[in-house]
């Protein structure tokens, strides 16, 4: 039963990096607002603040949180000499330490992609 609840917890985190690849492209869309939409104060205040440095620092920080908790994990099962484990312990410590690394390289590639969409034309 707690396995399930496990797999569960992987089908979550599933849709949370879903979650975090739609809200950036809603941050896309409206960074490269051919004037489709009315032009949001918020929104624009939002991508004034987040800035390239701003973006990769936070995926930055995001993505080694996954790989120190992956590090963990990895001194857990050495630890153990290398053999077998539990797999309801094991997936609570991988499971979000690989949520993490890979929402902190989503979120390095769209810090990229935004800068890229907030250049503006020159000549």
Do not use: H, K
Request: net charge neutral; aromatic share 8%; with cysteine.
């Amino acid at each position: 039963m707690i396995l399930y609840i496990r797999v569960l917890g992987a089908v979550i985190g599933g849709f949370v990096g879903i979650g975090l690849a739609a809200a950036n492209q809603a941050l896309f869309g409206q960074a490269q607002n051919a004037g489709l939409l009315p032009r949001q104060p918020s929104v624009d205040r939002l991508l004034t603040t987040l800035t390239l440095e701003r973006g990769l620092l936070l995926g930055l920080a995001v993505a080694l949180c996954g790989l120190f908790w992956s590090g963990a994990a990895f001194w857990q099962w050495r630890e153990a000499g290398f053999g077998a484990l539990d797999p309801r312990v094991v997936m609570r410590d991988t499971i979000p330490a690989a949520a993490l690394m890979v929402g902190g390289m989503e979120i390095m590639l769209a810090a990229f992609l935004l800068s890229i969409l907030s250049l503006q034309e020159s000549g």
